[in-house]
């Protein structure tokens, strides 16, 4: 069972370079979610897609775009990168109803030098 | 708005039990979650509660919720190392709505 899939698993940018960090999901969900996890601050949202064609932004969305592709795949963009975006990034997804929470993948951790 | 407070760290011997505590400031939260996350890894549910409980049991997992004081308990009865991680409580509006997550107790339990 993959569940929610990150790519890539680590990054290293200069300032100023662009990325795409990309999210799939094999589990049929509705929702996906982009956090942030940085030391002392806990996961804030970034962005989030309640359905397939719909993004709203979450707590932190400056310096982000984000695409749902379709179903199954959520992406997050940074245009250009600054060292406070220096981070573990985690892409979530959950299914109505609070029941099962939500599935995490295993994070892409993003170094901008 | 919303806003869960955690302690940020404990430590405890294997064999004893572990209480991680969480406040959350939203009345209105309906739904409240207790997730683990290991080094390396992403956050993974262990346990949720609705707010009409008081108490939910699962295998050496007990939550404690009081309402009056907004203050959420997981309580893990007969602590081994392979507990030792970090400990997120998140609250929910509704069953439908977005997790806004506590900043996480890292947990470290020695033999």
């Known amino acids: 069972n993959a569940g929610v899939t990150q790519t890539p698993k680590f990054q290293v940018l200069k300032t100023g370079q662009s990325m795409t960090l990309q999210c799939a999901q094999d589990?049929?969900?509705?929702?996906m979610y982009w956090y942030r996890q940085d030391p002392g601050m806990g996961l804030r949202l970034i962005y989030y897609?309640?359905?397939?064609?719909?993004?709203d932004k979450g707590e932190v969305p400056n310096g982000y775009n984000v695409s749902r592709l379709n179903k199954r795949e959520f992406s997050l963009r940074l245009e250009s990168a600054a060292p406070s975006q220096t981070s573990v990034y985690f892409c979530a997804s959950s299914d109505e109803g609070p029941t099962y929470g939500y599935t995490f993948g295993s994070g892409t951790r993003l170094t901008v030098v | 708005g919303e806003d869960v407070e955690q302690s940020l760290f404990l430590s405890v011997r294997e064999g004893d039990s572990s209480v991680i505590n969480c406040t959350y400031t939203?009345?209105?939260?309906?739904?409240l979650y207790w997730y683990k996350q290991e080094p390396g890894a992403g956050l993974q549910l262990l346990t949720y509660?609705?707010?009409?409980?008081d108490m939910k049991q699962d295998q050496r997992l007990t939550v404690l919720l009081n309402k009056k004081d907004k203050h959420l308990s997981l309580r893990i009865a007969d602590t081994q190392t392979g507990d030792s991680a970090i400990y997120f409580c998140a609250e929910s509006l509704s069953g439908y709505s977005t997790l806004t997550f506590g900043k996480g107790t890292m947990l470290l339990v020695s033999p």
């Open positions: 897609s309640a359905s397939e064609g719909t993004t």
């Open positions: 509660i609705f707010s009409n409980m």
């Open positions: 939203d009345s209105s939260s309906t739904y």
């Open positions: 589990m049929n969900h509705n929702s």
